[in-house]
């Protein structure tokens, strides 16, 4: 059984910034992929962003390129989202997902079936 646990939710104002941070007890979370979705209210699951297990590439969402920055730390027990110049549409429960095994492409990296283990979710609040 693998349970996978987000942290580091909040509220921030535009333009602010937040670091979220996914890991994973049981399992095989090194050796996973794991991706980033959101959820905004009334809105349907989104992809936001991904990194291999070995870190060496990451695929983003538009929305995210160029203010969102994945990284995982060197043991690969722990990935980090760095969420800069937030904005208002930010606004959403931000799950982390993982992937034992897959190997991501940019074409693969956003479907949600690759996915077998999901976290509970942060909220991330932004204000205007």
């Known amino acids: 059984q693998v349970t996978v646990v987000e942290s580091g939710g909040g509220l921030a104002q535009a333009g602010g910034s937040l670091r979220l941070s996914c890991s994973a007890n049981g399992g095989t979370f090194s050796r996973s992929a794991v991706g980033w979705f959101r959820r905004a209210p009334e809105k349907e699951r989104e992809f936001v962003a991904a990194?291999?297990?070995?870190?060496?590439?990451?695929y983003y969402a538009d929305s995210a390129k160029g203010r969102f920055t994945l990284s995982r730390n060197n043991d690969k027990t722990t990935v980090y989202l760095q969420l800069n110049n937030l904005r208002p549409e930010d606004t959403a429960l931000y799950y982390c997902a993982t992937s034992p095994g897959a190997v991501l492409t940019a074409q693969t990296a956003g479907i949600m079936k690759l996915y077998r283990n999901w976290g509970q979710g942060t909220q991330v609040t932004v204000s205007s």
């Open positions: 990194i291999t297990w070995r870190g060496s590439n990451t």
